[in-house]
T-cell receptor, first 115, second 114 residues
Framework: GAGVSQTPSNKVTEKGKYVELRCDPISGHTALYWYRQSLGQGPEFLIYFQGTGAADDSGLPNDRFFAVRPEGSVSTLKIQRTERGDSAVYLC???FGGGSYNEQFFGPGTRLTVL | KNQVEQSPQSLIILEGKNCTLQCNYTVSPFSNLRWYKQDTGRGPVSLTIMTFSENTKSNGRYTATLDADTKQSSLHITASQLSDSASYICVVSAQSGTASKLTFGTGTRLQVTL
C-alpha cells in the first residue's frame, strides 16, 4: 500500500517568501507529525495532529510556522517570511494512533532551501 | 531536558563484518526505544522497538539491546552488507497521556565498503 508522501520533494525559495509543504499520510492514520531535520542532526519535533486538531504544537519555533489538517488527512505546513535558518528537510510522519507504542511511518521529506 | 546521544558519529566497515552502535539517553518518563534506519534522501524506517522490560530484540541481522538501569542501548549489525550503509538513529519515547513525544539522537552514519 501507499506510504506517507510529501510534496514537493525539493523547494528553493528566497528569503522573505512564503512556502507551503504538503503531507499525505497513510490512509486511516489519525495521528500526523511534522519534524524538521537539519544536516547531520536527528529530526526535531514541530507539531502533532490527532485528527483535525493540533494536539501539541510546542515544537514550532515561532509564529512564522503554522500547520493545518482541515479534514483529518492531508496536512500543510506553512512558513511565512522564510529565513535562511529555515533551510532543512521537513519530515512528515503518520501513525494509526497517537500512543507511544504506535509506530510512526515517515515520508521522504521536503528539502527546503532558503537563499 | 530529554536527550539522546549516539556514538560513534560515523563508522566505516568492510562488507561482511559486524559492528555495534551505541545510544545513551536521559528521557523521562521512559516509554520505549526504537532504532531507525535512514537511507540518504529518505525518511527513517523503524527497525526495532523495546519497552522497559525488554532486554533484547532482533530483526534479521539487526539485534538491539536495552539496559534500562544504565539508560543505554546498542544496535548490533551482523554480517554487514553494502545496503546497510545508512544513518542509524536511536529514538526514545517519553510517556505521554496524549502523544508520543519522541527524542531523536543525531544518528550514526554507517558506511559499508568492499
Amino acid at each position: 500500500g501507499a506510504g506517507v508522501s510529501q510534496t514537493p520533494s525539493n523547494k528553493v525559495t528566497e528569503k522573505g517568501k512564503y512556502v507551503e509543504l504538503r503531507c499525505d499520510p497513510i490512509s486511516g492514520h489519525t495521528a500526523l507529525y511534522w519534524y524538521r531535520q537539519s544536516l547531520g542532526q536527528g529530526p526535531e519535533f514541530l507539531i502533532y495532529f490527532q485528527g483535525t486538531g493540533a494536539a501539541d504544537d510546542s515544537g514550532l519555533p515561532n509564529d512564522r510556522f503554522f500547520a493545518v489538517r482541515p479534514e483529518g488527512s492531508v496536512s500543510t505546513l506553512k512558513i511565512q517570511r522564510t529565513e535562511r535558518g529555515d533551510s532543512a528537510v521537513y519530515l512528515c510522519a503518520s501513525s494509526f494512533g497517537g500512543g507511544s507504542y504506535n509506530e510512526q511511518f515517515f515520508g521522504p521529506g521536503t528539502r527546503l532551501t532558503v537563499l | 531536558k530529554n536527550q539522546v546521544e549516539q556514538s560513534p558519529q560515523s563508522l566505516i566497515i568492510l562488507e561482511g563484518k559486524n559492528c555495534t552502535l551505541q545510544c545513551n539517553y536521559t528521557v523521562s518518563p521512559f516509554s520505549n526505544l526504537r532504532w531507525y534506519k535512514q537511507d540518504t534522501g529518505r525518511g527513517p524506517v523503524s527497525l526495532t522497538i523495546m519497552t522497559f522490560s525488554e532486554n533484547t530484540k532482533s530483526n534479521g541481522r539487526y539485534t538491539a539491546t536495552l539496559d534500562a538501569d544504565t539508560k543505554q542501548s546498542s544496535l548490533h549489525i551482523t554480517a554487514s552488507q553494502l545496503s546497510d550503509s545508512a544513518s542509524y538513529i536511536c529514538v526514545v519515547s517519553a510517556q505521554s497521556g496524549t502523544a508520543s513525544k519522541l527524542t531523536f539522537g543525531t544518528g550514526t552514519r554507517l558506511q559499508v565498503t568492499l
